[in-house]
C-alpha cells in the first residue's frame, strides 16, 4: 500500500507546483502589448547592454537600470540589446521580452 502512496503523493507536488507556478504568470492583454508597441515606437530608447542578465520572463533588472513609464499600463520598460523589456517595477521583474 505505501508504494502506491509515493507515486500519488509525487503527483499531487507536481500538481501543486504547476498550480504555484500559473498563479505567478503575468498576462499581459493583447490590447496592452498594442498600447507598449506604440508607445515605445513613439518614444524610442538607446538600448543598453547588461551583462549577466538573461532576459527571460522572472529575471531580474538590477536597480542601477532606469525604467520608463507607459502611460495607462503598470508595467515599465527598457531596451536591452535591441529588445524592448516589459518590467513590474515593484519587483524589477521582466514580465515579457518583446522583439
Same mark, same amino acid.
Given at each position: ?5 509515493? #507515486?500519488?503523493?509525487? %503527483?499531487?507536488?507536481?500538481?501543486? %507546483? ?9 498576462? &499581459?492583454? #493583447? ?6 508597441? !506604440?508607445?515605445?515606437?513613439?518614444? @524610442?530608447?538607446?538600448? &543598453?547592454?547588461?551583462? %549577466? ?6 529575471? $531580474?533588472? @538590477?536597480?542601477?537600470? !532606469?525604467?520608463? !513609464?507607459? #502611460? ?11 529588445? $524592448?523589456?516589459? =518590467?513590474? #517595477? %515593484? $519587483?524589477?521583474?521582466? =514580465?515579457?521580452? &518583446?522583439?
Amino acid at each position: 500500500m505505501k508504494i502506491h502512496l509515493v #507515486p500519488a503523493a509525487a %503527483g499531487l507536488a507536481l500538481l501543486a %507546483g504547476v498550480g504555484v507556478a500559473t498563479a505567478d504568470q503575468v498576462i &499581459i492583454t #493583447p490590447e496592452q502589448q498594442t498600447v507598449v508597441r !506604440e508607445y515605445v515606437e513613439r518614444h @524610442p530608447l538607446a538600448s &543598453i547592454s547588461l551583462l %549577466g542578465v538573461e532576459l527571460n520572463v522572472g529575471s $531580474t533588472l @538590477p536597480d542601477t537600470v !532606469e525604467l520608463h !513609464e507607459v #502611460p495607462h499600463v503598470e508595467y515599465r520598460y527598457v531596451v536591452v540589446d535591441d529588445r $524592448t523589456v516589459l =518590467v513590474d #517595477p %515593484g $519587483t524589477r521583474r521582466i =514580465v515579457q521580452v &518583446i522583439d
